[in-house]
């Protein structure tokens, strides 16, 4: 059953959708904004039962997130934004027009037609395989914080944080806050990078990232959180769940220092070595892609956020991980852009604001997103992921958890069966062919491959995938779910 039209399509609402669909209420179109969540606000404003209101020391850009849901709850009064939650886009058709595909849990299907599109699906945890990381108690460092989040949970009482990247301290820090004994956080990369001349210009421009590692630093004090630089975490052991994790010390190169292992007892792990945009529906549309700077494939946008299919604008992590602030510039910038796609002439490459204000607004928004993007170069120059995780795989260690893959199954596929990318090894060893379809193996295999197969690294290959999210088979068979209820409302659930 399909929805009445509507002229953009927003999917994803976490910041980058969701200043994208108020920006394109503001600019006077009509708006579907569609999100797998409850609430609005994606994994950096997650909700809990009691509201986000009670947790507001864990979210960031607190005072943001109550004007861009002031406007959103304005707007959908109005009807002008149509907000529809619990609903994950599966598939996108492209005609004349764009078809939206989303199911809500299996139940139905609701389609949504629209002239433009904003693609804002974020990202999630990249993960680098290591000795016991399939024990229960092992977690990625966004789960961990995701179970805080949303439901309260600590993973565990004597929690080891470790990777690499700024936001194990936020990760550390919530946890400590909440009552867990974070043993320590082990960062594999130092400070130093920090000190580059274009990376010091970066922070100093954004002090505001300066003033929350501050934050970090004082909550670290009061709960006695011990932060080591240029360490690592090389294995977790245990039987039934993860008892001990062994970590140490690297050398400015990113190798392991002989010697330096040291075994801690914990009843959970965190690890953490970045993130990875989420491309299934950008790249099944067609659209190019590119290696980032910390080699994750990501969407090649224009000026104003344009992708290379026509009325596709992307936003937020999928063109490059940068954090909440960047994702909400794009946003703003795609909300826009895509409002005014729907009525011109679809030839012109250039952008027009219509009145002197949306001129200046667009133009700050445009130098806003250099700084920030400046900034994110810094951080992926500074906390790049160390070799050394090569090194500390054993043969039988797993790198796809799915499938039950080894490294050795990976190096006999490129020795005898003459495997040379990840697409390649996902078809004869079965690798990301499990129920994430690579999405926590992907980087891995990448990277295996390339060393065992004496090729280039080439992230690409594993993340062209037919359908974005599981659906019923019944969905496959007879070309659609079970329709929406009649009176199913669009104002979200």
């Known amino acids: 059953m399909a929805s009445s039209p509507v002229d953009v399509c927003v999917v994803g609402a976490g910041p980058a959708g969701l200043t994208a669909a108020v920006a394109a209420a503001t600019a006077g179109r009509t708006v579907a904004l569609v999100d797998a ?16 209101e009670a947790d507001r020391a864990l979210h960031h850009d607190f005072v943001k997130y109550r004007q861009l849901e002031t406007g959103l709850a304005r707007f959908v009064q109005t009807g002008q934004i149509r907000l529809l939650t619990r609903h994950q886009v599966w598939t996108i058709e492209r005609g004349a027009r764009f078809t939206v ?8 299907e609701r389609t949504v037609d629209a002239a433009a599109l904003v693609l804002a699906p974020g990202a999630y945890d990249r993960q680098v395989p290591l000795p ?67 990376s010091l210009r970066a922070v100093v421009r954004n002090f505001g990232k300066l003033s929350e590692g501050i934050h970090y630093a004082g909550t670290f004090a009061r709960h006695r959180v011990w932060y080591h630089p240029r360490s690592t975490i090389v294995a977790a052991h245990g039987d039934t769940e993860v008892r001990a994790a062994t970590v140490a010390r690297l050398t400015r190169h990113g190798a392991v220092v002989p010697g330096s292992e040291r075994r ?46 026509p009325g596709v604008f992307v936003a937020g992590e999928a ?46 928004l445009r130098k806003r997103r250099l700084t920030l ?49 990840a697409r390649l090894a996902k078809l004869l060893t079965r690798t990301g062919m499990g129920w994430c379809q690579g999405r926590v193996c992907g980087y891995a295999t990448a990277c295996l491959v390339a060393r065992f197969a004496g090729t280039g690294y080439d992230p690409r290959g594993l993340t062209e995938r037919p359908l974005a999210v599981p659906v019923p088979l019944g969905v496959l068979a007879h070309g659609a779910a079970p329709a929406v209820p009649a009176d199913e409302s669009w104002r979200g659930e």
């Open 37 to 52: 969540g409850a609430r609005p606000g994606g994994q950096f404003w997650r909700h809990s039962p009691a509201g986000i």
């Open 101 to 108: 595909r989303a199911l809500k849990a299996g139940e139905y």
């Open 132 to 198: 016991g990381w399939e024990l229960p108690g092992v977690y990625t460092a966004g789960g961990a914080q995701a179970l805080l989040k949303e439901h309260g949970v600590l993973v565990g009482a004597r929690v080891l944080v470790a990777g690499t990247g700024p936001f194990l301290l936020s990760v550390a820090a919530g946890l400590a806050q909440r009552g867990a004994r974070v043993v320590g956080v082990y960062e594999a990369n130092t400070g130093l990078g920090w000190l580059h001349h274009r």
């Open 264 to 309: 801690i007892e914990v009843d959970a792990i965190a690890v953490g070595w970045g993130f990875t945009p989420q491309l299934e529906l950008p790249v099944a549309l067609g659209t190019r892609t590119e290696v980032d700077a910390d080699g994750s494939e990501i969407v090649l946008v224009g000026d104003w956020q344009q992708s290379s299919t």
């Open 319 to 364: 063109t490059g991980v940068g954090g909440a602030a960047l994702a909400r510039v794009e946003g703003e910038i795609a909300g826009y852009a895509a409002a005014w796609y729907v009525n011109v002439d679809h030839e012109s490459a250039s952008f027009h604001p219509r009145s002197r204000r949306a001129e200046r607004r667009l133009s700050w």
């Open 373 to 421: 993007r400046a900034f994110a170069a810094a951080m992926h120059r500074a906390h790049p992921v160390p070799p050394s995780w090569l090194d500390q795989l054993q043969p039988d260690t797993l790198v796809c958890r799915c499938e039950e893959v080894s490294v050795e199954r990976l190096r006999t596929a490129a020795d005898d069966l003459g495997v040379t990318d």
